[in-house]
């Protein structure tokens, strides 16, 4: 079991809502990243946090946005939910002392009804 | 855009072998993983392969790597019914980096 905890566990949202999901990284680890995980499809990458800043970016609409604070535990923000948002969401975090693997958290999964 | 293509499903007897494979198109993938998914959880890190080397042996797990050919490969010894789970193979360019998921392998271990 990984160092990576995420809340909630699940949650029901209804379309046009916003929801915050949040994310602790393992300790020592200075990144973090969310992905999306679709129903039936493997995950894909919304953003990076390293130190803070965003270090990248996958093919999301601006309405998802997130931040990383000083500690390195991350939020994942998502405005004017639609029902194509529900998925699993899931956060790694990676650092140097491990080679920057990623390790990923049990994710927060969100319903949007 | 960088793609990631698995398999969807594969099933074998307790004991025997499983080989899951993968392909992937992007030349500049240098770090190249699989991850353990079961019901309802997150992704566990089984093991993962430099793109400089051809195999990597992890007690049950070997992984091969034909580069020429963008194949990817693993190979479980003695599979358990505890081996039961979605397997995904992954691409980055970096350590740390955006990982390109495949779809996903169901691996389905009969008693």
């Known amino acids: 079991e990984t160092g990576v905890t995420q809340s909630p566990t699940h949650l029901i949202k209804t379309r046009g809502q916003q929801v915050t999901l949040r994310c602790s990284s393992q300790?020592?680890?200075?990144?973090v990243s969310w992905y999306q995980q679709a129903l039936g499809q493997g995950p894909q990458f919304i953003f990076q946090y390293y130190r803070e800043e965003e270090n990248g970016r996958g093919n999301f609409p601006p309405r998802f946005s997130g931040l990383q604070f000083p500690n390195y535990s991350s939020e994942l923000n998502v405005n004017a939910l639609e029902l194509d948002d529900s998925a699993l969401y899931l956060c790694a975090s990676a650092g140097p002392q491990d080679g920057y693997e990623q390790y990923f958290g049990p994710g927060t999964r969100l319903t949007v009804t | 855009g960088e793609d990631v293509e698995q398999s969807l499903f594969l099933s074998v007897r307790e004991g025997d072998s499983s080989v899951i494979n993968c392909t992937y198109t992007d030349s500049s993938s240098t770090y190249l993983y699989w991850y353990k998914q079961e019901p309802g959880a997150g992704l566990q890190l089984l093991t993962y392969?430099?793109?400089?080397?051809d195999m990597k042996q992890d007690q049950r797990l070997t992984v091969l790597l034909n580069k020429k050919d963008k194949h990817l490969s693993l190979r479980i010894a003695d599979t358990q019914t505890g081996d039961s789970a979605i397997y995904f193979c992954?691409?980055?360019?970096?350590?740390?980096?955006?990982?390109?998921f495949g779809g996903g392998t169901r691996l389905m271990v009969k008693p």
């Open positions: 300790s020592g680890h200075n990144t």
């Open positions: 392969i430099f793109s400089n080397m």
């Open positions: 992954a691409e980055s360019i970096t350590a740390g980096n955006m990982l390109t």
